[in-house]
């Protein structure tokens, strides 16, 4: 059965840090390609960062450069997104999916809440 499962989120001050987590089970997690995607309320999910399977090749919405960062642990079947310098526009529910050619694989989700 396959799995992917958030965690991390929570409600956090305006320039405060987070550090979400994806873990895989059911699939070849080291040969999909992870991204991090979030939902705000009343807007199209937006895909924020990806990271190739050997972890080698990264990209960042521009919304997110030089605040984020994506990362990976194969051994562990661990995603992680590092979030910094969160702002209003960064709320949402962050979902995690994972693509290999056809194939896609998603998350629950995990909510982030940014207040001041």
């Known amino acids: 059965q396959v799995q992917l499962v958030e965690s991390g989120g929570a409600l956090v001050p305006f320039g405060g840090s987070l550090r979400l987590s994806c873990v895989g089970s059911g699939f070849n997690f080291d040969v999909y390609t992870m991204n991090w995607y979030r939902q705000a309320p009343g807007k199209e999910r937006e895909l924020v960062a990806s990271?190739?399977?050997?972890?080698?090749?990264?990209w960042f919405a521009d919304s997110v450069k030089g605040r984020f960062n994506i990362s990976r642990d194969n051994g562990k079947n661990t995603a992680s997104l590092q979030m910094t310098n969160l702002k209003a526009e960064d709320a949402g529910v962050y979902l995690c999916?994972?693509?290999?050619?056809?194939?896609?694989?998603w998350g629950q989700g995990t909510q982030v809440t940014v207040s001041g």
């Open positions: 999916n994972a693509v290999h050619f056809g194939l896609k694989h």
């Open positions: 990271i190739a399977p050997a972890g080698g090749s990264k």
